[in-house]
Nanobody, 126 residues
Framework: QVQLVESGGGLVQPGGSLILSCAAS????????MSWIRQAQGNKRELVAK????????EYGDFAKGRFAISRDNAKNTITLHMNSLKPEDTAVYYC???????????????????WGQGTQVTVSS
């Protein structure tokens, strides 16, 4: 059974920092690109950050560039999101997302096998 368990959410003041973690189990972690996706109330889900299995490639939503940093530990099957300079508009539920990929022809290809965590609430407010 695949499980993605997020932790680290909570209430933080504007300008503060927060670290989110996601522990994965039940899947070959090294075969999955891992992402943080967020959804604010009334809004669509949006990509926060993504990291490939080899950790060499990352991608960020425009709002996250320069403030957030994603990393992964393939030995511990975990990913982490460091969030700095948090703003009230960062308030959302943050989901851990795993997507199976296969590497060939010089790039990663998604197989369509995906898993979601249950989400963790991040609230930025004074």
């Amino acid at each position: 059974q695949v499980q993605l368990v997020e932790s680290g959410g909570g209430l933080v003041q504007p300008g503060g920092s927060l670290i989110l973690s996601c522990a994965a189990s039940g899947l070959p972690f090294n075969s999955y690109a891992m992402s943080w996706i967020r959804q604010a109330q009334g809004n669509k889900r949006e990509l926060v950050a993504k990291i490939t299995p080899t950790t060499t490639d990352t991608e960020y939503g425009d709002f996250a560039k320069g403030r957030f940093a994603i990393s992964r530990d393939n030995a511990k099957n975990t990913i982490t999101l460091h969030m700095n300079s948090l703003k009230p508009e960062d308030t959302a539920v943050y989901y851990c997302f795993a997507a199976e990929v296969k590497y060939y022809s010089g790039t990663y290809h998604y197989t369509g096998l995906e898993y979601w965590g249950q989400g963790t609430q991040v609230t930025v407010s004074s």
